[in-house]
């Protein structure tokens, strides 16, 4: 105690300097804490988006040269199309018998385009999610009906949100509404013929849903032409232009796509592949791209997926087990940039700061170094001296830390009460929402305060070991002068 009150009657005595490192440290751990809290309630956002939304906490793909996602396989060229899952019959039962396991549902994944008949162009480019309707909507609740009814089990049909309908009028001049026939047209210009059963409009802000029509699984297999001896049929170049997309906006603006390799399909051409074109057999019923797990308790899901990968690699099943953030894609790829971007950021400004903090204090112990002479000559240790200024550094970083954290947790207090809108899709992506409503995790406020201490403490170091080299005599001669 007799040393904190020492320590306390230097800082005061030095109060000019002490306000200098203790802004410095106060500023620190502000940026800090707000920058992580941002990050950290945009990632919850942008997690539940998805999760609630079309990925579950767990999908199940076969295995592939790259990454898969509900869109595609990611590798280095772009998005290929997904492999069949195998053996679906005993992934099936390998779920059924997990007690973790809530729920799963099946899907087929596809990409083409809108288009009506006598129309020579191709219409806007849309993700083709083919589903088990039944067990999709126990999983997901994630579309409101505007016009028209939901998919029937072993009805065709397609679902189109309200925003691709817009742009089919747009882009198209045409109106389409429930009970229209739309064209789907894949870029090597296989055509499938189906009835828009219904119009939707996404319950959350979810520019990957946007995206997104739900189709009935035999009509997509049909266009695709998969079967349980095939894979997805692959797309040409062109047809991954926008999914190989690396600018934001070229990807979330999700503009046409028109293959510059591919002519426009004729009304006649239309008229002949549809009249030509095979259908899916019964047999292929249980061929799907992916199975949807959602979990009893989520923060299983690591420990799952771990499981499941060593199930498959005991049975011999060329599958894998991935995380929401795979499964979301290219969708998730920005926002998990923009984190590390952050993460970087940070880490430099801890730097910046170190330098700056030991510049200061090398100027701050250097005025001191009669004085501390002067305790050494009076019999002081070295070790009572160091204790003495780590003391002064201790209270420091306490008394301005917990000043920082005061205001940032004010400021994201306030900005999650009026909320942080977003501006643009881009921003409806990283927030997962059309607004977000930061919170402070009391792990950042933790982790923020540690690092401040630390970063104070290590920059401490090398100037109070300049001092302690000082002769006393020396200090004691420069005092008297």
């Given at each position: 105690?007799?040393?904190?009150?020492?320590?306390?009657?230097?800082?005061?005595?030095?109060?000019?300097?002490?306000?200098?490192?203790?802004?410095?440290?106060?500023?620190?751990?502000?940026?800090?804490?707000?920058?992580?809290?941002?990050?950290?309630?945009?990632?919850?956002?942008?997690?539940?988006?998805?999760?609630?939304?079309?990925?579950?906490?767990?999908?199940?793909?076969?295995?592939?040269?790259?990454?898969?996602?509900?869109?595609?396989?990611?590798?280095?060229?772009?998005?290929?199309?997904?492999?069949?899952?195998?053996?679906?019959?005993?992934?099936?039962?390998?779920?059924?018998?997990?007690?973790?396991?809530?729920?799963?549902?099946?899907?087929?994944?596809?990409?083409?385009?809108?288009?009506?008949?006598?129309?020579?162009?191709?219409?806007?480019?849309?993700?083709?999610?083919?589903?088990?309707?039944a067990?999709?909507?126990?999983?997901?609740?994630?579309?409101?009906?505007?016009?028209g009814?939901?998919?029937?089990?072993?009805?065709?049909?397609?679902?189109?949100?309200?925003?691709?309908?817009?742009?089919?009028?747009?882009?198209?001049?045409?109106?389409?509404?429930?009970?229209?026939?739309?064209?789907?047209?894949?870029?090597?210009?296989?055509?499938?013929?189906?009835?828009?059963?219904?119009?939707?409009?996404?319950?959350?802000?979810?520019?990957?849903?946007?995206?997104?029509?739900?189709?009935?699984?035999v009509?997509?297999?049909?266009?695709s032409?998969?079967?349980?001896?095939?894979?997805?049929?692959?797309?040409?170049?062109?047809?991954?232009?926008?999914?190989?997309?690396?600018?934001?906006?070229?990807?979330?603006?999700?503009?046409?796509?028109?293959?510059?390799?591919?002519?426009?399909?004729?009304?006649?051409k239309?008229?002949?592949?549809?009249?030509?074109?095979?259908?899916?057999?019964?047999?292929?019923?249980?061929?799907?791209?992916?199975?949807?797990?959602?979990?009893?308790?989520?923060?299983?899901?690591?420990?799952?997926?771990?499981?499941?990968?060593?199930?498959?690699?005991?049975?011999?099943i060329?599958?894998?087990?991935?995380?929401?953030?795979?499964?979301?894609?290219?969708?998730?790829?920005?926002p998990?940039?923009?984190?590390?971007?952050?993460?970087?950021?940070?880490f430099?400004?801890?730097?910046?700061?170190?330098?700056?903090?030991?510049?200061?204090?090398?100027?701050?112990?250097?005025?001191?170094?009669?004085?501390?002479?002067?305790?050494r000559?009076l019999?002081?240790?070295?070790?009572?001296?160091?204790?003495?200024?780590?003391?002064?550094?201790?209270?420091?970083?306490?008394?301005?830390?917990?000043?920082?954290?005061?205001?940032?947790?004010?400021?994201?207090?306030?900005?999650?009460a009026?909320?942080?809108?977003?501006?643009?899709?881009?921003?409806?992506?990283?927030?997962?929402?059309?607004?977000?409503?930061?919170?402070?995790?009391?792990?950042?406020?933790?982790?923020?305060?540690?690092?401040?201490?630390?970063?104070?403490?290590?920059?401490?170091?090398?100037?109070?070991a300049?001092?302690?080299?000082?002769?006393?005599?020396?200090?004691?001669?420069?005092?008297?002068?």
């Open positions: 105690m007799p040393l904190v009150k020492l320590a306390w009657r230097n800082l005061w005595a030095h109060r000019s300097k002490t306000l200098v490192i203790g802004g410095l440290l106060l500023v620190a751990i502000f940026l800090m804490v707000v920058g992580n809290a941002f990050l950290d309630s945009a990632m919850v956002g942008l997690r539940k988006s998805f999760v609630e939304s079309f990925t579950g906490e767990v999908i199940i793909g076969g295995k592939a040269e790259g990454t898969p996602s509900l869109f595609g396989v990611l590798s280095g060229t772009g998005i290929e199309a997904s492999p069949l899952v195998p053996s679906p019959e005993r992934i099936a039962a390998y779920l059924k018998a997990q007690p973790e396991v809530k729920a799963f549902t099946t899907q087929v994944t596809g990409a083409d385009q809108l288009n009506v008949e006598g129309n020579e162009a191709g219409g806007p480019f849309v993700f083709l999610f083919g589903i088990d309707a067990s999709y909507r126990s999983l997901f609740d994630n579309v409101s009906l505007l016009h009814n939901d998919l029937t089990p072993g009805q065709e049909g397609i679902l189109l949100s309200q925003t691709q309908v817009d742009r089919m009028k747009k882009e198209l001049g045409a109106s389409v509404s429930v009970g229209d026939k739309i064209l789907l047209q894949d870029f090597g210009n296989a055509i499938r013929q189906v009835t828009l059963r219904g119009i939707f409009q996404s319950k959350q802000s979810n520019q990957a849903l946007e995206l997104v029509a739900y189709v009935d699984p009509t997509l297999r049909a266009l032409g998969i079967s349980g001896g095939s894979s997805f049929v692959a797309t040409d170049a062109a047809s991954t232009s926008l999914l190989g997309a690396t600018q934001p906006d070229e990807l979330f603006q999700a503009t046409s796509i028109v293959a510059a390799s591919s002519k426009p399909t004729s009304s006649k239309l008229a002949q592949l549809l009249g030509t074109r095979t259908t899916a057999s019964e047999a292929d019923a249980n061929v799907w791209n992916f199975f949807i797990v959602t979990l009893n308790n989520p923060a299983d899901a690591p420990r799952f997926i771990e499981q499941t990968n060593a199930w498959f690699a005991s049975q011999g060329p599958a894998v087990a991935e995380d929401w953030q795979k499964a979301a894609g290219p969708f998730a790829e920005v998990l940039m923009i984190r590390m971007v952050f993460s970087l950021a940070v430099l400004l801890t730097i910046v700061a170190l330098i700056v903090i030991v510049n200061t204090l090398v100027a701050s112990i250097g005025e001191r170094t009669s004085e501390i002479g002067t305790m000559a019999g002081a240790k070295k070790r009572f001296v160091w204790g003495l200024l780590f003391t002064e550094t201790l209270l420091v970083c306490v008394i301005f830390g917990l000043a920082g954290m005061a205001l940032a947790s004010g400021f994201i207090g306030f900005l999650g009026v909320g942080v809108p977003a501006s643009n899709p881009l921003l409806q992506l990283l927030f997962g929402g059309a607004t977000l409503h930061p919170a402070v995790p009391l792990s950042v406020l933790v982790s923020s305060f540690v690092l401040v201490v630390v970063v104070a403490i290590v920059a401490h170091v090398y100037p109070v300049l001092a302690l080299r000082v002769q006393p005599i020396r200090a004691v001669q420069t005092r008297t002068e």
